[in-house]
């Protein structure tokens, strides 16, 4: 993972930073599915991330496909549950995420296996400042870089 | 250079500065880096006020968000871990394969 370090808004203090990692679907699921290849790590990496201090968020778009994945393969239940104990904040995608998301698609400048969901997340990252990524899934990795 | 009627949609680089509470530099490296969408007429740069407006109120809801996470509970998936078991999914390989687990498990 990479570090990324946006500014606290209005704290006043240029000194002052926050340490923030974005969730994406893959490490929700993994972190939920204790039967998952990546569970462990993912809980290894969670842990990391909480000790040193990051605050994490999700997006509606990774909270929905979480949940869709989680429904499917660990049952309708289990995904109440899941989504009644996930207490990660929330950020709502917006109208100008989902065209860039889907120009960076329609224009072929996006790598050739990107999804929709990864682009659009591309372009909140870029809007946020945000670097640090807390996924599994190879092919988003591989699209950070 | 431009009639009255086009002028007023469009704002020069020290009027988008004072709306969006940034430098005149930094709204000319938003421009250059294409994050606002602009363009040059007589070797000056000017931006359409609709588009101006849609990127300082995405900049407040993204400092508003970060303001947001810097309150927000700092281990928020604590209850949310192994809360169910697959069997053995991979949801590194993508959703595909993660899905591909149910047939796998299927009977038959």
């Given amino acids: ?145 | 250079m431009v009639g009255n009627e086009l002028a007023d949609d469009l704002m020069t680089v020290a009027e988008t500065a004072r709306l969006l509470r940034r430098s005149t530099e930094q709204v000319r490296r938003y421009l250059r880096e294409g994050e606002l969408p602009g363009r040059r007429l007589g070797g000056q740069w000017f931006i359409d006020r609709e588009d101006a407006e849609t990127f300082a109120r995405q900049r407040r809801d993204g400092t508003e968000f970060l303001r947001r996470l810097a309150s927000s509970d700092p281990d928020p998936l604590r209850e949310a871990i192994a809360i169910g078991g697959s069997g053995g999914a991979d949801i590194a390989g993508g959703r595909a394969r993660y899905l591909r687990s149910l047939a796998e498990d299927a009977p038959g």
């Fill in chain 1, 1 to 145: 993972m990479t570090e990324v370090r946006p500014p606290i808004p209005d704290s006043g203090n240029e000194d002052d930073v926050l340490d923030v990692s974005f969730v994406d679907a893959s490490a929700l699921v993994a972190l939920a599915d204790r039967d998952d290849a990546s569970h462990a790590a993912a809980v290894g990496a969670y842990q990391d991330l909480v000790t040193s201090g990051f605050r994490l968020f999700t997006t509606d778009l990774a909270l929905t496909s979480a949940h869709e994945l989680i429904s499917a393969v660990l049952g309708q239940d289990a995904a109440r549950f899941w989504l009644a104990q996930c207490n990660i904040l929330v950020y709502r995608i917006a109208l100008a995420d989902l065209e860039e998301g889907r120009r960076a698609i329609e224009e072929g400048w996006s790598a050739p296996d990107a999804t929709l969901a990864d682009t659009i997340h591309l372009a909140v990252l870029d809007r946020l400042g945000v670097t640090d990524v807390f996924a599994v899934d190879r092919a988003f990795l591989a699209m950070l870089g």
